[in-house]
């Protein structure tokens, strides 16, 4: 109290600081407590079984970890328990498929950089001086480790077995100079093999057996997901983005058993040819989506005739695509079938409106005006000819992965009940041939 | 022969075999050897820094090994030398930036995590008792892996520092399990960060020493690549595919101190903008791709009458671009001021075919017969405005990185030579003016 009645100032500042140092404090939590939770909420909320893998994968680690503890089985591994730890940290990833391509990759190149390096030992031991020994093992390292590494540049061997190699070139580097200091290097090589197969099989059994999440699953989901998107598209909803299908996905979906109810072999790549097929027809929905936002108009006259055939082509081109989401989502070939009878109807519609423009009744007609709803229809004719194309890949898909089959009464019916859904709903009204328009 | 001469058959069975193990054999040593021989031979030409590349990885572990093999250095370090060449083989990645990302984040995510194991190993030893011990452990490490692995799921912390989480929970399970069966925990903790430092330097050092890759000038070089494609694509060889930009790129040249031409802090982000600008302007033309090989052909006459506006669009947007990836690849602005006055001839062609379509000289045309010079008319308005977002962009990319000026007579002069080497090369006679059309 005396301190502040005898000098003001001094308490101005002392406020002043308690302020900021408050305000600082507050911005300091927010950054580090309050935008990670939002965001890890978000995360969890968006996909659950990302708490769920990182539970498992705490589980995984704590339980390879009671090695250590339980003095039977640490007498067996020693120091080289902690293998297993390290084996089950680095291969853990979010599905099965991944999971399983880095065990086994990581299992192989063990084997065989252990292998080479056990015999690049005995091979620099032959000759029995202290001088060449070490010189012979360096360059034995310097010749796999550049080879190895030059391998991983090997497009074929990147995708499929970049990590393998890695843990190739680790392992006999490893074991190849460990066997210098200690003469029982096949011991050591055994001992780093047999942990190694622990963890990996530790974290593979917990990544299957609690909660698996199947790539393959995921793939076969985004595919119908995304050809709904497209359908949504022209229905009238345009303005979601796509999610692309990496060869990544295809490759962690190849390495996955019979799960589910995707057998073993199930042909993945046909999802990539699919995945090409969507993103071509995103890209000319994409170009139709720049005339629909442009503020510009065509006059109502002109499209007025223009409208039935783009509205038909639109809206059957839609009902094609969303079929075929739910073939794929399903399972079942017959609403292929249903697919097909849509898009014969788009298909007479773009004749129509072929023909339409054949006429001469545009001899009166300002060229300029005409030519965003020329262009808008000729785009919508290119996306029926992507929908067709789609509609073959699935088609293939689905006998190759033999889609059951049902009534086609049935199939027809659920169509049906869609169709009115869909015709119920208020924002298809204003159609894409009524706002057709251009720059 | 008297074995041949009784038994013709067996002959016959033996002399097929040996048909078909030589041509299995043969058959083999192509798969085997030919094939990735001929396959290594086209990735070193292709960028002759993958050779040096795998060179530089195998002298550096083969270094790094040599701690073994020296007893003064070994005594140091014991079998704990391994962390080093595991570093090594890790860390050791094509470019600086990426080599240089994954140091910082394995030895912060050593450091982190070692201390934080060193202290779990303290609070379980609090107890003293080894029914307890263990548990607190275990709880610790489960609750630490989970809490890590989620993390690796925020965006943010995923692009920046994945690869250091993931080494945080290994080291933090590694020294905190260890402590448990040796009492020097924090020797352990201090040997795994001097020996993963060691490893670390050595794997840096000699990626910057010798031949560096810079990713920064990969992905400058790349941006610039990619414009030129694009007004090569215009001048008439349009059937270059374009690479795209991932943000991986942008992420590791972020990691690159000051290098060549870039200081440190150069604007990384702008090129990914510029990527995001030639993927747009990349799609349009790969729908004009799409009329300039189609079989069917609009009349001669129509042709003609667009063909000027649209030759000179196509053509100085050419030239635009072409200037621009001038201005990147040299760094100089001039080009940047060259390449707009291009932009506004581009432009004032495309007001000129605006007004060619308001006249009234359309009324005797049968409608179907224009439509694809129009389209690829339109096409070609958008190129254009697609080209002047580049330039805003390159302008921004000059003005921020501080790209050098020269006079802009010079600038217009070398510009004047590449105008009149691409003028007499024949390839641009047959001009797109003269060949568009559409199904």
């Known amino acids: ?71 039977p089985l640490y007498e067996g ?67 796999f480790a550049a080879t190895g590494t030059f391998a991983r540049f090997f497009p074929k061997w990147k995708a ?11 392992t006999f580097c490893l074991i190849s100079v460990s066997g210098y200091r200690d003469d029982e290097v096949i011991d050591i090589a055994l001992t780093r093999l047999s942990t190694v197969m622990i963890g990996g099989s530790a974290a593979l059994a917990i990544c299957i057996l609690l909660f698996p999440v199947w790539a393959g699953e995921d793939l076969h989901h985004l595919v119908a997901d995304n050809i709904e998107k497209l359908g949504d598209f022209l229905e009238g909803f345009g303005d979601e983005y796509f999610k692309t299908l990496e060869d990544g996905n295809v490759n962690f979906a190849k390495w996955e058993f019979r799960h589910g109810k995707f057998r073993f072999r199930h042909p993945w790549g046909e999802y990539q040819k699919i995945g090409g097929l969507i993103r071509e027809c995103a890209f000319r929905l994409d170009s139709l989506n720049g005339y629909l936002k442009s503020e510009v108009q065509a006059p109502q006259e002109i499209r007025e005739i223009f409208q039935e055939s783009c509205q038909t082509m639109s809206s059957e081109s839609s009902h094609a695509l969303k079929n075929m989401a739910r073939a794929i989502r399903t399972m079942t070939s017959s609403y292929v079938a249903v697919a097909k009878s849509h898009i014969a109807i788009a298909k007479s519609a773009a004749d129509n409106l072929k023909s339409l423009l054949k006429t001469n009744s545009w001899q009166q007609t300002d060229l300029l005006q005409i030519i965003p709803v020329i262009t808008v229809a000729s785009l919508l004719i290119e996306v029926v000819s992507s929908t067709v194309k789609i509609a073959d890949s699935v088609h293939q898909l689905a006998s190759l992965a033999r ?27 204003g159609s894409h041939g009524l706002t057709i328009s251009v720059e």
């Open 1 to 71: 109290m005396e301190m502040a009645s005898e000098n003001p100032e001094s308490v101005g500042f002392l406020s002043r600081g308690c302020c900021w140092f408050t305000s600082f404090m507050k911005n300091l939590a927010s950054k580090l407590v309050l935008e990670p939770a939002r965001t890890a909420r978000s995360l969890a909320q968006e996909d659950p079984r990302r708490i769920i893998h990182s539970i498992k994968v705490g589980l995984a680690i704590a339980l390879v970890s009671l090695i250590y503890y339980f003095d």
């Open 77 to 143: 591994f020693g120091v080289s328990a902690m293998w297993a730890v390290m084996t089950v940290v680095v291969v853990f990833e979010f599905s099965v498929g991944a999971t399983l391509g880095r065990c086994v990759n990581r299992g192989i190149g063990t084997f065989i950089g252990g292998a080479l390096g056990v015999a690049a030992h005995r091979l620099a031991s032959c000759f029995g001086s202290e001088i060449v020994e070490p010189i012979v093992l360096a360059a034995s390292i310097f010749i």
């Open 160 to 170: 499929r077995c970049d990590y393998g190699l890695l843990i190739f070139i680790l």
């Open 403 to 429: 889609f059951k089959k049902i009534s086609e009464d049935d199939a027809s019916k659920s169509d049906q009940r869609n169709t009115e859904r869909i015709l119920r709903s208020p924002s298809i009204e």
